[in-house]
């Protein structure tokens, strides 16, 4: 069963340093999404992707996120200058349509030390 | 704005017992409504979902049925199983705003 996949993992990184993470969605997938989940809350959207460019995004998506498909297959999140607050479970989805049902990969653990 | 509101864990549970896990939601148009599994160490797992009033879905002996009178989608199983031990998370669907919103989480733990 086709399914998204993350990576890396796990990843800790320096304050102020710049963090790429990346995703690979459902192949014939036509949205994509970031959400975080920070330790112990809930899981919150970030931004949403279709047809390269972002169709949604959140109050928490500012100017140090950016999201990109460089590619047919990966779609990235970056963040450029990482904070503390940065620390938290990211999750890429995929979907087929706009507000149809969401596949999400495991999750990329980002820790800002 | 849309949200979900979802019961506050954790609940432990014995093996065989009765589940139930609420949710309800605040949406101003026609969502549509899920239940996503995270077992430990693993990722959001969708585990059943219903489009529209008085649907209800079910999957691996759970079901939840879209209440838009209560605006509830209540999660419950018949009989538990170890293997069920798990965070659930209540989401919404906005299809127009294209995003998810989802509950706090609440987690399960079940004892043999």
């Known amino acids: 069963e086709p399914e998204v996949t993350q990576t890396p993992s796990h990843q800790v990184t320096q304050m102020g340093q710049e963090v790429i993470l990346r995703c690979v969605p459902i192949?014939?997938?036509?949205?994509f999404y970031w959400y975080r989940q920070i330790l112990g809350q809930k899981v919150e959207f970030l931004v949403s992707?279709?047809?390269?460019?972002?169709?949604?995004k959140s109050e928490i998506f500012d100017d140090q996120f950016s999201v990109e498909r460089p590619d047919g297959s990966n779609f990235t999140l970056k963040i450029r200058s990482t904070k503390l607050e940065d620390s938290a479970m990211y999750f890429c989805?995929?979907?087929?349509?706009?507000?149809?049902?969401?596949?999400f990969g495991p999750g990329t653990r980002l820790l800002v030390l | 704005g849309d949200s979900v509101t979802q019961m506050e864990g954790p609940v432990t549970l014995s093996e065989e017992a009765f589940l139930t896990i609420n949710c309800t939601y605040t949406?101003?148009?026609?969502?549509?409504l899920f239940w996503y599994v995270q077992y430990p160490g693993e990722g959001l797992q969708l585990l059943l979902k219903?489009?529209?009033?008085?649907d209800k879905g079910s999957n691996k002996g759970f079901e939840a049925t879209y209440r838009k009178e209560t605006t509830s989608f209540h999660l419950e199983k018949g009989s538990v199983q170890v293997s069920d031990s798990a965070v659930y998370f209540c989401?919404?669907?906005?299809?127009?705003?294209?995003?998810?919103?989802f509950g706090t989480g609440t987690s399960l733990t079940v004892i043999p």
């Open positions: 989805a995929s979907s087929v349509g706009g507000g149809e049902t969401q596949y």
């Open positions: 192949s014939n997938h036509l949205y």
């Open positions: 992707f279709y047809n390269n460019e972002i169709s949604e």
């Open positions: 949406a101003t148009g026609y969502p549509s």
């Open positions: 219903a489009t529209k009033a008085d």
């Open positions: 989401a919404l669907s906005d299809y127009w705003r294209n995003q998810f919103y």
